[in-house]
């Protein structure tokens, strides 16, 4: 079986980048834009000193001895034209940008690439409380070791796929999971331990619960039959002409 590649914004956004509103025109000169990011042909007017504060990477290209510190336009190779209006918007003040299924991994790319944290931090807010699947919960694992966010959101996707029915020889033959650092792969390994012996605390707990009701209803059954013998041989008495028992 080919090595899976390791996930990046086009394996796992399947969707096109459409369903956020646009707030912002970056497609002509406006309100003192002063610099013009060329996408894939796409030309973004844009502001320096926005770039800047929002991004180290952006702050110094433009200010120190790079070939873009004067630059009117600036070119950006192999990035996605709808990627970089989905971050413009998003880092530009006026309007806090949605973060949503269809932009939350472009922007977290290039949120870590451009080092813009506050952006990362809320990509990673959205991806704390975002559903997953199975497979999901393990590719973003991956994703999140090679970008290197924070612990606590790497432990909840472990914990999310742990808790799913996944057998340890199909865990094994996961190209997927066989691209973990050592410590993240152990880390899951112990928490699929965890879940499994939670678990069957869990049954043992059911089994004893059902065990009880069961010597309850035993003993429920044998009263019951108790009263019904007693009931009859007092009718057979009585059907013979002899007073019952007192």
């Known amino acids: 079986m080919a090595a899976a590649a390791t996930p ?13 509103k646009p707030e912002l025109d970056f497609s002509a000169p406006w309100k003192m834009s002063d610099l013009v990011l060329v996408v894939e042909g796409k030309r973004f007017h844009v502001h320096r000193c926005i770039l800047s504060m929002c991004s180290p990477v952006f702050d110094a290209m433009l200010s120190l001895d790079f070939k873009e510190k004067n630059a009117k ?12 209006e989905e971050l413009l918007r998003a880092i530009y003040p006026y309007v806090e940008h949605r973060i949503c299924e269809e932009n939350s991994f472009s922007l977290l790319e290039l949120a870590c690439e451009y080092q813009m944290d506050r952006l990362k931090a809320r990509c990673e807010k ?10 999901e919960a393990l590719e973003f694992v991956v994703m999140a070791q090679r970008l290197q966010l ?4 790497i432990h909840r996707c472990m914990s999310r796929f742990v808790n799913q029915e996944t057998k340890w020889e199909v865990l094994k ?20 331990v965890k879940y499994l012996e939670r678990r069957v605390d869990s049954c043992k707990s059911t089994i004893r619960t059902l065990e009880m009701k ?16 007693h009931l009859m041989w007092r009718k057979r008495l009585r059907d013979l002409d002899h007073p019952p028992f007192e």
Do not use: W
């Open 150 to 153: 924070s612990d606590e959101l």
């Open 173 to 192: 033959k996961n190209d997927l999971f066989a691209q973990l650092e050592p410590k993240y792969s152990q880390q899951l390994v112990e928490e699929r």
């Open 126 to 135: 959205y991806f704390l409380f975002k559903n997953m699947t199975n497979e």
């Open 8 to 20: 990046t914004t086009s394996d796992v956004a399947s969707k096109k980048i459409s369903t956020c």
């Open 73 to 84: 336009e600036i070119p950006l190779p192999e990035k996605k034209a709808d990627e970089i």
């Open 214 to 229: 069961k010597g309850d209803k035993d003993d429920d059954d044998h009263a019951h039959c108790s009263f019904r013998r």
